[in-house]
């Protein structure tokens, strides 16, 4: 894989070209300064910011006065309990001038947090309709994934494990399976709590990851933004690299014949 090669590996959402595969969010920090230093670090071009935690009102204490401007905004609808709540959080945030980008967050559990997808699914056809870039947060489900992409969905974010856990790929067959056999970006959404998970993800050919609770919770969150997004930079690599195939037995890597002392013989 030649540097140009790299270089010209862009992902396209909603017309949007990315050279970072690394989203992040602006959640849990001991303070909203830190965002811009966390963008800087990681390199991330995408960051997704619940409306709720928006005052648009405010003229001194509003998250959205950290957000570098060429970040892409990513709107969630944090908080929404159905398709209904979802589609109005998003038209919200589309009228308060937050772009045309939404995530899908549509969670009735409350002890696990687990997203509802059938109405992730209403919510998405109905904003897809309406010209928003879908970004739809899932468990991994395969038949729930095929009815995002039929609803206009513009990719599709599994969760690796329950939101905030930091527990890493528990999902990961089941995202596997969306990967091979949904058309669209899926981003590794939930979970993922050390850069290596993130690797892993992406040399599985996930096409992006989405880290907030394991970079806000870590003592150096910048340093820990700049290790993920080399790890996401590393494992899209070695994806496109092409990796060896796996083996139930041994290998040699040299041969096993016309050793030294046989050739003195």
């Known amino acids: 894989?030649?540097?140009?090669?790299?270089?010209?590996?862009?992902?396209?959402?909603?017309?949007?070209?990315?050279?970072?595969?690394?989203?992040?969010?602006?959640?849990?920090?001991?303070?909203?300064?830190?965002?811009?230093?966390?963008?800087d670090q990681s390199g991330a071009q995408v960051i997704t910011v619940a409306l709720r935690r928006v005052d648009f009102q405010s003229t001194t204490d509003n998250v959205m006065k950290h957000i570098p401007k060429?970040?892409?905004?990513?709107?969630?609808?944090?908080?929404?309990?159905?398709?209904d709540e979802a589609v109005r959080i998003a038209r919200l945030a589309?009228?308060?001038?937050?772009?045309?980008?939404?995530?899908?967050?549509?969670?009735?559990?409350?002890?696990?947090?687990?997203?509802?997808?059938?109405?992730?699914?209403?919510?998405?056809?109905?904003?897809?309709?309406?010209?928003?870039?879908?970004l739809p947060y899932i468990n991994p489900d395969l038949m729930v994934a095929r009815s995002l992409v039929s609803a206009g969905a513009a990719a599709v974010m599994p969760l690796g494990s329950p939101i905030g856990s930091n527990r890493g790929l528990k999902t990961k067959e089941m995202i596997r399976i969306l990967i091979e056999e949904i058309d669209l970006p899926i981003i590794v959404d939930a979970g993922i709590g050390r850069p290596s998970q993130a690797c892993e993800a992406m040399e599985m050919g996930a096409a992006a990851c989405l880290v907030n609770t394991a970079i806000a919770s870590a003592a150096d969150p910048a340093a820990m933004g700049a290790a993920f997004g080399e790890a996401v930079r590393a494992g899209r690599r070695a994806f496109l690299a092409g990796p060896g195939?796996?083996?139930e037995r041994a290998s040699a890597s040299s041969p096993l014949t016309g050793f030294l002392y046989e050739e003195a013989r």
């Open 245 to 247: 195939a796996e083996r």
């Open 94 to 134: 589309r009228a308060a001038g937050c772009g045309n980008w939404i995530k899908i967050e549509v969670i009735s559990d409350n002890i696990y947090l687990l997203p509802d997808g059938y109405e992730t699914v209403k919510a998405t056809e109905i904003l897809a309709a309406e010209g928003f870039v879908v």
């Open 1 to 39: 894989m030649s540097r140009q090669a790299l270089a010209d590996d862009v992902l396209v959402i909603g017309g949007t070209a990315l050279t970072s595969r690394l989203f992040t969010g602006t959640g849990k920090y001991t303070a909203d300064t830190l965002i811009p230093r966390i963008i």
């Open 70 to 83: 060429h970040v892409t905004l990513l709107p969630n609808t944090s908080g929404a309990r159905n398709a």
